[in-house]
């Protein structure tokens, strides 16, 4: 992480280096005091951004991405304990921890919400909400929550909460294709001569931030060992999914040794499962896939394939790159019935055809029948493995967005910003 210090020009006496630290710790001290009760609580308006303490402007961020106000209170606040703690003080000993990572669509999360609510079992774990840009309607449907602990996470390096520099619009930014040759802007065109677009790769470069600051950055998750299990804010989540995911995370060494991964849902988004009684082996899905502390350092270590893979899409940089480079096919485990259900529009992906339930004001009718409502997975059954499935793979040279040389630093610096070595 960058030294907090570095940037101040303190040539003379030690006394004056002590009397700035002192005023600079006391700043930061009656920052973190004031945080609860007042930036937390509403939204961050331009007139808190000019009242906040000039000294805080670079604490703690990247260089890449240094000089926003509010990246500094984002990342003050994601040190708040979780919410819930009165109401359930311990998590059980096996817990899966569950992150939901979200955007803007709070008619999708209430539904997403809902849903959690009815999960068998949730009250003993650890809820993670993770935040691509600060939203008050968002929020308040996370602060509702009662029924487990939650932690709420905002990436202070989304676009989103950037007007005016990168990782936003910044004003010398190349626009359209061949500007780069014409004028002098910033920018470099990705494969097909278009440049970046600041909506378009927050998605993947929230997924990233959020996987480092999950398994490296969080005093909450930093020594978890168990499965960690990640949803989106448009899946429906059956009431048996926390049991199932434990069952399948605790059958997986005997089951299928192979594989990386437990899923809730098919890989085919479209499939709500076969029915049958049986297990299957099958490539990773991108619904409710839950991997352990060994499989996080497995990608971690590809930091550079997924930093430099010209596609804006988190989920297919990780099929077309990340996956092929561990040399052996990499299978998620799941039962025959699913237990998580993608509704969303799917209109966020461009270039990809639409996929699963496609809804779009919110009213969501996915049918909860009996067998959703308990674990539907035998111990004593055996495994089919779905060998050569369609779907990206290596060789798929991506679908571009992501030419830019800011997005591919700031994507290595979050690889970094926890561990302090090259990755
Ligand atoms: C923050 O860093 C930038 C770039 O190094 C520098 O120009 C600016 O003066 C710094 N601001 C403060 C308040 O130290
Ligand atoms: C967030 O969603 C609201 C309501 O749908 C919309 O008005 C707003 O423009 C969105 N903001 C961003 C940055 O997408
Ligand atoms: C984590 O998962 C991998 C892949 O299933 C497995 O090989 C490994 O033993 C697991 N690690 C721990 C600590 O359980």
């Known amino acids: 992480m960058a030294n907090p210090w570095k940037n101040q020009r303190l040539k003379d006496s030690a006394l004056c280096r002590l009397g700035i630290l002192f005023a600079v710790t006391v700043s930061i001290v009656l920052m973190l005091a004031s945080v609860p009760r007042t930036a937390l609580n509403k939204s961050f308006s331009d007139n808190d951004l000019n009242n906040l303490d000039k000294h805080l402007e670079n604490v703690s961020l990247l260089s890449v991405a240094r000089g926003n106000e509010m990246s500094v209170r984002l990342h003050t606040r994601n040190k708040s304990p979780p919410r819930n703690l009165d109401l359930y003080p311990n998590l059980a000993k096996d817990h899966v921890v569950i992150v939901l990572y979200v955007h803007n669509r709070s008619q999708y999360l209430r539904v997403t919400v809902e849903s959690l609510s009815k999960v068998e079992g949730i009250s003993e774990t650890l809820l993670i909400v993770s935040h691509d840009g600060y939203f008050e309607e968002m929020n308040k449907i996370v602060e509702s929550i009662k029924f487990c602990q939650v932690k709420q996470i905002f990436s202070p390096y989304s676009p989103h909460i950037f007007q005016g520099s990168f990782p936003g619009v910044s004003a010398n930014d190349c626009k359209n294709k061949g500007d780069e040759a014409k004028t002098h802007c910033e920018g470099n065109p990705d494969q097909y001569g278009n440049h970046r677009s600041p909506k378009i790769v927050s998605l993947k470069h929230h997924w990233w931030w959020m996987m480092n600051t999950v398994w490296d950055g969080l005093v909450e998750t930093k020594d978890h060992d168990g499965h960690v299990l990640f949803i989106e804010e448009d899946h429906f989540i059956f009431p048996n999914a926390y049991r199932s995911i434990q069952t399948l995370t605790r059958l997986k060494q005997e089951k299928c040794p192979d594989c990386f991964a437990a899923n809730l849902a098919p890989s085919d988004v479209k499939s709500r499962g076969e029915g049958f009684d049986s297990l299957v082996a099958e490539r990773m899905g991108n619904v409710g896939y839950s991997f352990n502390r060994s499989v996080w350092e497995r990608i971690h270590h590809k930091a550079k394939e997924f930093c430099f893979f010209d596609d804006y899409n988190w989920d297919i940089t ?106």
């Open 318 to 423: 990780m099929w077309a790159t990340v996956f092929p480079s561990f040399g052996s096919p990499v299978y998620t485990l799941r039962g025959p019935r699913t237990s998580a259900v993608h509704f969303g529009k799917c209109g966020l992906h461009q270039g990809r055809g639409e996929e699963g339930d496609c809804i779009d004001n919110g009213i969501v009718n996915i049918e909860v029948k009996e067998t959703d409502k308990v674990v539907n997975i035998n111990k004593e059954w055996g495994v089919r493995v779905f060998e050569h499935q369609p779907g990206y793979k290596a060789g798929f040279k991506g679908w571009g967005g992501w030419g830019d040389k800011r997005d591919q630093r700031l994507c290595l610096d979050f690889a970094t910003m926890y561990r302090g070595e090259s990755p």
